[in-house]
């Protein structure tokens, strides 16, 4: 019932819900209390109201939002507070009192300074937006930006500023309860004067030497630097917080280019959420801005993904458009007939290739460039059984996607049924259960199945804590711990060189990534993810979601894997290990494979996890393993091959297009002069007349 209220109330937790129901109670609570009259109860109610509303607050809960849809926003809230408080002193007879017409006279002021204080808020705001947000570019000798308001004055200003009305309340409250109207004025006088040095402090912070320079010197800055740099291949994308990891996933590719790498960006949300990189990044959030961009030295243009705001940059002729998205896959999205927009589509090996002449969509064999993944460098190739723990087979089910289709996820149909089996395995297994991202985003079904799931990994794990067979070492376990808090505050300490949560005026002007402390940021996220998977028994069970450990880290950590139709089956055969994928539209083992490439040397599981005793098989004895040889295989056709890497296939690519776009160009150049010629013949034929 509490797991249906949490839902339909669309909060993140128990205690979130409990201060939800506290909040609604509370305000009937309040007018009960005025009206009784009780000050004790007002005061409680009061304080319950004010506790609760601040947590929802600090919790980001959608109830907040929801209540100012219905007109019961913050400032309203506040508000009845405040009348309430007015009609408690009427009913205890103080109306006629100087403090009555204080506390009427207080409130209707503060209300009133609401207004400049929300104003120069927002328009410290705007005044200090940038057109374009960058990292890794020196604007600091071409743009002078001077330092953000302090970040106590702005951050969350609005509940700031409506708490100062505690002084007054609990002044007001105070004076109901003594008769001393001293505490009264003094609440009073706290409240105002403090509402009127807030507004007084932000004015200071709207002089032209506080905000940033207009949109044009900001423009114009950024275009001298790309003039400097010139940068010759461009990672464009745009997406919403949650596609991120798209463009994550080529962070490392756009550093080890042999060419000069930019990535642009178009929403600030991406620049926010988006990983340490030590590329050059600019957000462009304004079309016309990005189109008026000098962007004449770029040969290269990448795109991750296929969305409306490409057209701003697939606009320029003078450079090559390159769709490389963000995974390889059988799904319909992989063969996409907006890319017939590019003017060559790269895939990772063969299959990509065929799966385009497959689906027939409009994209010429020709246009088709075959460059590997250099995203999966870091996973590690199998080397058999382990011989000093159990095997660890990793589930890692795709989300539900936006349909209903059957076929998209095991979690519905499959999955409990899957863990099931495994976490039962004799000889025994470890299970890890990593999940999408998206798991239960849109759908509730899915959502729940994922409960299902991880509490029936929790309950394993817990079984097999008490299992005799099973013996930790606690000390390597502390060592391992103490490591992974050593790493996390060393980390933690390597800090970039700007502030990230300060404003996006000032981190452009700061956002410049130390190179020495990210490479040793790199190492120390190895050790940590080393001293990770040390830290816990391995056999042990594991729920693993969040940004740590990484899939690629999982695989690696893996002896097999279980998952769907996704690109990480793809990802996961660069390593060789056995696999499996659910046929959860049961289509029929013959049928699946023929419609999806990725699964030729899968293990087929079906809805009721037949088939994994199978994949257990192949993970304890490898020569018994009837699909090793079509792994390889199938391996090369999906990637492509071992030699040249990559990354060396990838920069040739790049390379390639940079001399067709260069050809395309000079050729341009070379009509434009002709045709100038002629029009001075001509000009000097008429005047020779």
Not at 518 to 525: D, G, S, V, Y
Request: hydrophobic fraction near 45%; include cysteine.
């Amino acid at each position: 019932m509490i797991t249906t209220a949490i839902r339909v109330a669309r909060v993140g937790s128990v205690a979130e819900l409990a201060a939800a129901a506290l909040m609604m109670l509370g305000f009937p609570c309040l007018m009960l209390a005025a009206l009784v009259p009780s000050v004790p109860a007002f005061a409680a109610a009061a304080a319950v109201t004010y506790l609760a509303d601040l947590y929802l607050h600090r919790k980001g809960s959608y109830l907040i939002s929801l209540l100012g849809k219905v007109r019961a926003g913050l400032s309203i809230r506040f508000l009845v507070r405040e009348l309430l408080l007015i009609v408690l002193l009427a009913r205890l007879e103080l109306s006629e009192e100087p403090a009555f017409y204080a506390a009427i006279a207080c409130f209707t002021v503060f209300f009133g300074l609401q207004a400049p204080h929300g104003a120069l808020v927002t328009l410290i705001g705007n005044r200090r937006q940038m057109p374009v947000v960058t990292r890794n570019v020196d604007l600091v000798s071409r743009l002078p930006i001077p330092d953000a308001p302090p970040r106590l004055l702005l951050r969350r200003a609005g509940v700031k500023m409506l708490h100062l009305d505690l002084a007054a309340m609990a002044g007001l409250l105070g004076y109901a309860v003594t008769d001393s109207a001293a505490a009264a004025f003094a609440g009073v006088g706290v409240t105002l004067g403090l509402g009127a040095l807030y507004v007084l402090a932000l004015m200071p912070y709207l002089r032209a030497k506080r905000v940033p320079p207009k949109a044009d010197k900001v423009l114009g800055a950024v275009s001298a630097w790309l003039r400097e740099y010139r940068p010759e291949t461009v990672l464009y994308f745009s997406g919403s917080a949650d596609s991120t990891y798209q463009v994550n996933m080529w962070l490392e590719t756009m550093e080890q280019l042999e060419s000069r790498p930019l990535i642009i960006l178009r929403e600030r949300v991406i620049m926010e959420t988006m990983a340490p990189t030590t590329v050059p990044v600019i957000c462009v959030p304004g079309g016309v801005h990005l189109m008026n961009m000098d962007l004449s030295m770029v040969r290269v243009a990448l795109y991750a993904a296929n969305v409306g705001k490409n057209i701003h940059l697939l606009r320029v002729p003078t450079m090559k458009h390159v769709f490389i998205g963000h995974g390889d896959s059988d799904k319909l999205a992989s063969v996409n007939p907006f890319s017939k927009v590019y003017d060559e589509v790269w895939t990772a090996g063969r299959a990509g290739r065929d799966r385009y002449a497959i689906a027939d969509v409009g994209i010429r064999d020709e246009d088709i460039v075959e460059v590997g993944r250099p995203q999966l460098a870091p996973i590690e190739p199998w080397r058999g059984a382990p011989q000093d723990r159990i095997p660890t087979v990793l589930y890692a089910p795709t989300w539900e996607g936006w349909d209903d289709d059957p076929g998209n996820t095991s979690i519905l149909l499959a999955g409990e049924n899957i863990v099931k089996k495994l976490v039962a395995a004799e000889p025994p297994v470890r299970v890890l259960y990593k999940p999408h991202p998206f798991t239960g985003s849109r759908s509730a079904k899915a959502r729940a199945a994922h409960r299902r799931i991880t509490a029936l990994v929790k309950k394993a794990a817990a079984e097999r804590a008490a299992d005799p067979r099973f013996t930790p070492d606690p000390a390597a376990q502390a060592k391992a711990k103490a490591e992974l808090t050593r790493l996390r505050a060393r980390l933690d300490g390597l800090a970039l060189a700007f502030d990230e949560k300060a404003d996006e005026a000032v981190t452009s002007r700061d956002g410049l990534i130390d190179m020495r402390k990210h490479q040793e940021a790199a190492r120390l996220r190895t050790d940590w993810n080393d001293a990770h998977w040390r830290s816990f028994p391995s056999y042990e069970h594991r729920v693993i979601t969040g940004a740590e450990p990484r899939l690629y880290d999982c695989f690696n950590a893996s002896e097999a894997m279980v998952s769907d139709i996704s690109s990480v089956v793809s990802d996961f055969i660069a390593s060789g290990k056995p696999y499996a994928v659910t046929d959860s539209a049961e289509l029929g083992a013959e049928e699946f494979r023929r419609q999806n490439t990725a699964v030729r040397a899968a293990v087929i599981l079906t809805n009721d996890a037949a088939g994994v005793e199978q994949l257990l098989a192949a993970v304890r004895d490898p020569a018994a393993d009837p699909l090793a040889a079509d792994r390889k295989e199938l391996k090369e056709y999906l990637l492509g091959p071992d030699e040249p890497t990559s990354i060396e296939r990838f920069d040739t690519a790049i390379a390639d297009l940079a001399l067709k776009a260069e050809a395309r160009n000079v050729g341009q150049a070379s009509h434009v002069v002709a045709a100038a010629g002629e029009a001075e013949l001509a000009e000097g034929g008429v005047t020779a007349v």
